[in-house]
């Protein structure tokens, strides 16, 4: 069974600061996705990643895939009240002919005023 | 209206009942997936199908099953429900080569006393 590691588990800042949230398995991911989920409703996709060292910016969110695609990180900048929520990172792993993800412990993230 | 539905949103019932969850895409998605979500542990696949006429167990598919009626309908049963089986079940849907992102329902509050 892979596993994805998240930490922080929970965090709590206050808005304007910056915050990094990490993904860390031993195994090798085919691609690797960060959600959001708010409370009473599902995970919401922010981005994907598919090749090692990758980049990618949404807003005031940057992601980073790690080069042995084994890990992944979110950053922050800037955080805002609305940024609150559950942050879920999953990796693809490919069987056979399709692909299933397997998604990481989370990270609780609050920003106060 | 939702692009994937779950019906009931809440549910309390007792030790050793029998619940069926249900859930209805009109994503047009051939692919669907059972999730239950707690605390600390993040979404762990209970069962997965990638078209009407296949089921594939996930990694906790003990005491649950699953009945695939149509490409827009995939149902999780529980036979006999045990207070371990507590927890927030979601459903997702997906589509073949856009990237392994999944679109989640509101999810399932179920509590077994």
């Known amino acids: 069974t892979q596993l994805l590691e998240q930490s922080p588990q929970f965090l709590s800042i206050q808005e304007g600061e910056n915050l990094t949230v990490y993904c860390n398995s031993s195994s090798v991911f085919s691609s690797l996705q960060w959600y959001r989920q708010e409370p009473g409703e599902g995970p919401v996709l922010l981005v994907t990643?598919?090749?090692?060292?990758e980049v990618k910016k949404l807003k005031r969110l940057t992601f980073q895939f790690g080069d042995a695609r084994k890990d992944s990180s979110l950053h922050i900048t800037a955080a805002q009240p609305g940024d609150t929520g559950l942050y879920l990172c999953a990796g693809a792993w490919p069987t056979g002919t399709a692909s299933k993800l397997t998604f990481g412990t989370g990270t609780r993230l609050q920003v106060t005023l | 209206d939702a692009d994937v539905t779950q019906t009931p949103r809440n549910r309390i019932t007792k030790t050793g009942k029998r619940i069926m969850l249900e859930c209805s895409q009109t994503k047009g998605h051939d692919r669907m997936y059972w999730y239950r979500q707690d605390p600390g542990l993040g979404l762990r696949l209970i069962y997965y199908?990638?078209?009407?006429?296949?089921?594939n167990k996930g990694e906790i598919s003990d005491g649950y099953s699953v009945s695939r009626q149509a490409q827009a309908k995939f149902s999780l049963s529980l036979e006999s429900a045990i207070p371990n089986q507590t927890a927030l079940y979601f459903c997702?849907?997906?589509?073949?080569?856009?990237?392994?992102?999944?679109?989640f329902g509101p999810g399932t509050r179920l509590t077994v006393l």
């Open positions: 199908s990638f078209d009407v006429k296949d089921i």
């Open positions: 997702a849907t997906s589509d073949l080569g856009k990237g392994n992102e999944q679109f």
């Open positions: 990643v598919v090749t090692g060292g």
